[in-house]
């Protein structure tokens, strides 16, 4: 059949792309009839302009789909290689802790296992590391300086900046914040504890530097220590109060005592509630009872959790010295397969603990319910001497020692001041006229004045080489002003005036006014001044509760005992 001439007019029709404008002449268009389709050809009779500047031929050519396709897979490759390479520095970085963390450790502390040095933390003997690893058992085992930690005795391992003298130092204070260091990286929640006897010395007020922005609950432990008859409702505002003053953000706030388990389930349902399959870190400074409260946590977790019953049997050890804990220790607790981790302590330099022998730091450790010691009191046996001057002017140009590791120099107060003091027992409290009081610590320091104990650690003791003058105002003589707290031991209470203190001529009609004092202590330890603490009876008589806006209500944490 002949080829059909089609009208340029009628090609729109049928040509779905667009007619560039030209004569009819320009373009033969031609029209097939077949029985199943219709094929057009359109070719240009005129032709095309080439450009001189390039050979015909030359020039680039559009990529074919196979280039594209070539071109993405390149593209894909090298992105894969560089965040593969991204992702092994920061292993490298971040993976310290857990590479470190496959070589077997001591259970009881967290020290890598070794047959080599008998005296060093971690050690065990050769036929029972060999037993043990035939079966397998490695993580099962109590190393030889536990043992003895677990039978009373005092050995330290911690030296450094923050660590403690006598004994052996297998390990500074700087690894050990170095083991922490991975915690901020991780995603987790942190546990803080606090002791309620060294609050501020206790406090790690840049806990942000390890927990980074890791959502934390405050514990704050051994508030069975506290006097008989203490408000917990005010103790915990007191808290509160103290930590927004911090600015330390907090999830909630909890009074436990490892003890007795008081607080303890609270702990324990805000964890299973916050921690949303991370892990659980529990962070605080030493000897701040972690250890303790971790036994506690297991404990009234095994009622309902088969998986924290099984981890009771091979649970961290726990002592009075400081350091026990070398590495983290991590302790399957939880029934979605998040670890429960006890960690190395934070030694800080400014306590009392870092300067003390480690045989006396026994004494600086309440193994019982504190009693507040007020001086001056009826019942106290004083000098004559003493005594008739105290009657007539109370405690001003005295200076009073707590044992050999404080003494206040009394400047001015008012005939009626006392100072009631919160620490350890052991601590006793004597008092001497302040032109005496150099050649008195001199004298009686190890046998009367102690810690340290002893004529030969007196004769390497430091001194009270810091001394801090305090100007204290008072408004309200009916209570305490405020709380001296001397880091690592405990505080004693400032009260302008004690209506029971027997003073024979009494100040009538005193308002406000300044109270004086010079605070020796040994050069590194810490000395805060503070709102008074709540305690015992009377704590609950004077403690006043702040009015709140509602701003401050909606970021203020919870507390719960």
Not at 187 to 201: E, H, R, T, Y
Not at 279 to 306: E, Q, R, W
Request: proline fraction near 6%.
């Amino acid at each position: 059949m002949a080829p059909k001439l089609l009208a340029l007019s009628s090609l729109s029709s049928i040509c779905p792309f667009p007619i560039p404008n030209s004569s009819p002449s320009s373009l033969n268009i031609y029209k097939f009839h077949t029985p199943k389709s219709t094929l057009i050809f359109c070719k240009s009779t005129e032709p095309q302009t080439i450009s001189e500047s390039e050979p015909e031929g030359y020039g680039a050519a559009a990529p074919t789909r196979g280039d594209i396709y070539l071109q993405r897979q390149h593209v894909v490759a090298a992105s894969s290689s560089v965040l593969a390479t991204t992702k092994k520095k920061k292993k490298k970085r971040d993976n310290i802790f857990k590479i470190s963390n496959l070589a077997p450790c001591c259970y009881g502390c967290g020290a890598p296992l070794h047959t080599s040095e008998e005296d060093a933390p971690g050690y065990v003997d050769q036929e029972t590391y060999d037993l043990k690893k035939k079966h397998h058992q490695l993580r099962k085992i109590l190393c030889g300086r536990c043992r003895l930690l677990s039978h009373g005795h005092m050995i330290t391992a911690v030296g450094g900046n923050g660590g403690y003298s006598g004994g052996k130092q297998f390990v500074t204070a700087e690894e050990l914040r170095e083991k922490l260091s991975h915690v901020r990286h991780e995603k987790a929640l942190i546990v803080k504890l606090v002791d309620i006897v060294d609050f501020n010395g206790s406090f790690l007020a840049r806990v942000r530097d390890l927990a980074g922005a890791n959502p934390i609950i405050l514990v704050i432990t051994k508030v069975d220590l506290l006097p008989k008859d203490t408000d917990l409702n005010c103790v915990g505002d007191w808290v509160v109060e103290a930590t927004m003053k911090k600015k330390l953000n907090v999830l909630s706030v909890h009074l436990t005592s490892s003890k007795s388990l008081v607080g303890i389930s609270g702990v324990v349902s805000e964890i299973q509630k916050e921690k949303k399959g991370r892990d659980v870190y529990i962070l605080g400074s030493a000897n701040v009872g972690k250890s303790a409260f971790i036994n506690a946590l297991l404990n009234t977790m095994s009622y309902k959790d088969p998986v924290a019953a099984s981890a009771r049997k091979y649970k961290p050890i726990q002592s009075a010295v400081p350091g026990t804990t070398l590495g983290p220790i991590p302790i399957d607790a939880f029934l979605g397969g998040e670890k429960l981790y006890d960690t190395p302590g934070v030694h800080l330099h400014h306590r009392q603990a870092a300067v003390i022998h480690a045989e006396d730091l026994p004494t600086l450790a309440p193994q019982s319910r504190l009693r507040g010691q007020v001086f001056p009191s009826s019942g106290q046996n004083l000098d004559s001497q003493i005594a008739n001057r105290m009657r007539s002017s109370g405690l001003s140009g005295l200076s009073i020692f707590w044992g050999g590791l404080v003494r206040i120099d009394v400047l001015k107060v008012l005939p009626e001041t006392c100072l009631t003091f919160y620490g350890p027992k052991a601590l006793q409290i004597h008092v001497v006229p302040t032109e005496e009081a150099d050649e008195f610590y001199q004298k009686e320091l190890g046998v009367l004045l102690t810690p340290p104990t002893g004529k030969e650690k007196a004769d390497d003791w430091m001194g009270l080489e810091t001394k801090r003058h305090l100007q204290i105002k008072y408004e309200d003589i009916e209570r305490p002003t405020c709380d001296v707290a001397i880091s690592g031991l405990g505080w004693f209470s400032v009260v302008p005036v004690n209506k029971s203190a027997g003073i024979s001529n009494p100040v009538s009609e005193v308002t406000a006014g300044e109270l004086t004092f010079i605070v020796h202590v040994p050069k590194p330890v810490e000395i805060f001044v503070r709102s008074p603490m709540p305690v015992g009876k009377a704590g609950g008589q004077w403690y006043d509760y702040r009015e709140l806006t509602e701003e401050e209500l909606e970021v203020r944490p919870k507390w719960f005992f």
